[in-house]
């Protein structure tokens, strides 16, 4: 990897950023601390994601009503089908937009239960297109959707995910933010087959940070991505070396937007878990322009 070189590039760098609300007060603490330091990079936007279920409604609301409040920053409140019915939904969309929030990351969401077959609620929007829709009747939000490069868990095929995307475009999704995926080469194969759908909307890779990897591992068996043997190997013997993980999580998280952008990527969607450090090091590795000062720690 040759640090600083994408900032030679002629296309410009947009990153955005993923948080989760906090539980505790302690959680709190950190993801505020996260969010301002983060908030100097100028991110095209950050979302803020719905527990399963909608189990974290409450705490999603104000977190992204707090962003809109307190900060320089745009969310984008994520939003379930899962648990609700579509009054109950359609009352937390009017909520976010009279709370200013003009974004919203529409997805079918997962059963609260780890494992569970989804099952929509009996009066509720039935697929992430119906939510779309349902969303657009409210107010003009900007929708994004996510997709799966590596072939959702469950659906049959990435042929099958792709004729999902192309009902949540024809319902009105402006983007799609990719599962994390370790294969620059899988995701832009993945963005060409969509593109060759005559599908036009912005395929944005999502990356995952890798300094807890046994945590990564297991959420990467979860959601269907692929860990690469490579990746397993560079993390053995590190469970109690901390720093050396961080050097290598940071490293690894550059040198893929690296390997992305000479597939013709130029926005990255990264899953901080609520660390700022990370994200912080791999923007200043790739050389992104805003990420010239100290940041707020």
């Avoid at 993923?18 to 505020?32: A, H, N, R, S, V």
Wanted: proline share 7%; net charge neutral; aromatic share 8%.
């Amino acid at each position: 990897m040759r640090l600083g070189h994408l900032s030679t590039n002629e296309r410009p760098l947009a990153v955005s950023f993923e948080f989760f609300p906090p539980k505790t007060p302690e959680m709190q603490e950190q993801l505020w601390r996260a969010v301002r330091r983060l908030e100097p990079l100028k991110p095209s936007f950050v979302s803020v994601t719905y527990g399963a279920g909608g189990s974290t409604r409450d705490r999603t609301h104000a977190t992204v009503k707090r962003l809109v409040e307190e900060t320089s920053l745009v969310p984008a409140a994520h939003l379930t089908c899962v648990g609700a019915s579509r009054s109950e939904v359609d009352d937390v969309v009017c909520r976010y937009w009279e709370a200013g929030v003009r974004h919203i990351v529409a997805l079918r969401g997962d059963m609260p239960e780890p494992g569970a077959r989804y099952v929509p609620h009996p009066d509720g929007y039935q697929s992430t297109p119906e939510l779309i829709a349902g969303i657009r009747k409210i107010a003009p939000f900007e929708i994004s959707v996510s997709c799966y490069p590596e072939r959702h868990p469950d659906s049959p095929s990435v042929d099958g995910d792709i004729d999902l995307l192309e009902r949540k475009v024809a319902a009105g999704a402006t983007r799609a933010i990719g599962q994390f995926c370790f294969s620059a080469e899988t995701i832009a194969e993945f963005r060409d087959r969509v593109a060759a759908r005559g599908l036009d909307i912005p395929i944005v890779p999502g990356l995952m940070p890798t300094t807890n990897f046994k945590g990564v591992a297991r959420m990467a068996g979860r959601s269907g991505a692929s860990v690469p043997p490579w990746l397993s190997r560079i993390y053995e013997g590190l469970d109690d070396d901390l720093e050396s993980r961080r050097a290598i999580a940071a490293a690894l998280l550059a040198d893929q937007v690296e390997a992305l952008r000479s597939y013709g990527f130029d926005h990255f969607h990264f899953y901080t878990l609520n660390q700022a450090d990370l994200t912080f090091a791999a923007c200043r590795l790739l050389g992104l322009p805003q990420a010239c000062g100290k940041g707020v720690s």
